[in-house]
């Protein structure tokens, strides 16, 4: 997919990410299928690509609008 315009500006908006806090640093924030549970909490699943799927922010560089958009392997 080539980066989004912005729906208000019609500028192309600028790829980028929200870092996530983990106990052990910083990771990037993934969208997780279902409900919260304590093994979604954890991250289990993760990178699966039905189960979960990595989060892209993109920010619009004239309004600062920010959309973000869960992507599966296949997009």
């Not at 208000?8 to 929200?18: A, K, L, P, Q, W």
């Amino acid at each position: 997919m080539k980066d989004p315009a912005c729906p208000d500006c019609n500028v192309v908006m600028e790829r980028g990410f929200i870092p996530d806090v983990r106990k052990r640093g910083y990771d990037e924030t993934y969208w997780m299928k279902g409900h919260f549970t304590m093994a979604t909490s954890l991250g289990w699943g993760r990178g699966t690509g039905d189960v979960s799927m990595k989060v892209v922010t993109y920010r619009c560089p004239d309004c600062g609008l920010l959309r973000e958009y869960a992507f599966s392997k296949k997009s």
